[in-house]
């Protein structure tokens, strides 16, 4: 701020002087208000054209969007974050599309996406302002082939995805309240045989339970 010589507080003066004589006295003893000073700052044209022209277009450019994923906590610096599935946009957006991603296991994950201007600048997962988001798994619907009785054994085959539980269980009659486990076996991704072997005759009902 340059005050330009001597300078008064008109404010202070009022408690002893009238608003008119505070206003009109300093200014004929040479006193002057204070006032900001005002800068102009040379301009390099050279270097703004610099910029406008191969630098300003990459960083509006949307070049690539990115899925991740996570099976921890959901936050920037949880390290299980891994890339998923990218698009490339074309033009600067808005972007419209799907990305394709297929867990293993079932259970939660939290999911994000980044994404990439032209000069490589990205807004990640956390920082944007949906933020991550949480989505659930859940197990294959599983297929039950060729159940069998041979004697008093019953067993049948089920398809199962990894990570999953899969229990046979059965009631002797169909309005029983509760089923009955009898065998449980975890998913390996194939086909599994599950088995009761003390099937009685003449009948039994059976489910399969999958967790």
């Known amino acids: 701020m340059d005050a330009g010589g001597p300078a008064?507080?008109?404010?202070?003066?009022?408690?002893?002087?009238s608003v008119w004589t505070a206003g009109r006295l300093?200014?004929?003893?040479?006193?002057?208000?204070?006032k900001l000073t005002r800068r102009a700052f040379?301009?390099?044209?050279?270097?703004?054209?610099?910029?406008?022209?191969?630098q300003y277009p990459a960083i509006r450019a949307l070049a690539r969007?990115?899925?991740?994923?996570t099976s921890g906590d959901g936050p920037a610096s949880d390290p299980g974050w891994q890339e998923m599935?990218?698009?490339?946009?074309?033009?600067?957006?808005?972007?419209?599309?799907?990305?394709?991603?297929?867990?293993?296991?079932?259970?939660?994950?939290w999911c994000g996406l980044?994404?990439?201007?032209?000069?490589?600048?990205?807004?990640?997962?956390?920082?944007a302002a949906t933020g991550a988001f949480h989505v659930t798994v859940l197990p294959a619907q599983a297929r039950i082939n060729n159940p069998r009785l041979v004697g008093h054994q019953f067993s049948v085959s089920v398809t199962t995805s990894v990570g999953a539980t899969y229990t046979l269980e059965y009631k002797n009659a169909w309005a029983d309240s509760a089923w009955t486990p009898v065998q449980t076996l975890p998913g390996t991704g194939a086909t599994i045989t599950l088995t009761d072997g003390t099937a009685p005759n003449p009948a039994r009902f059976y489910r399969v339970q999958v967790q």
């Open 8 to 17: 008064f507080d008109r404010p202070a003066l009022r408690g002893h002087l």
């Open 26 to 34: 300093p200014a004929q003893w040479g006193f002057t208000p204070p």
């Open 42 to 54: 040379a301009q390099d044209s050279q270097a703004v054209g610099s910029w406008l022209r191969p």
């Open 65 to 69: 969007v990115g899925l991740s994923r």
């Open 85 to 109: 599935d990218d698009q490339a946009p074309s033009g600067n957006g808005p972007f419209s599309g799907f990305f394709l991603d297929t867990p293993v296991l079932p259970g939660g994950y």
């Open 114 to 127: 980044k994404v990439f201007d032209g000069a490589g600048n990205d807004i990640d997962r956390t920082s």
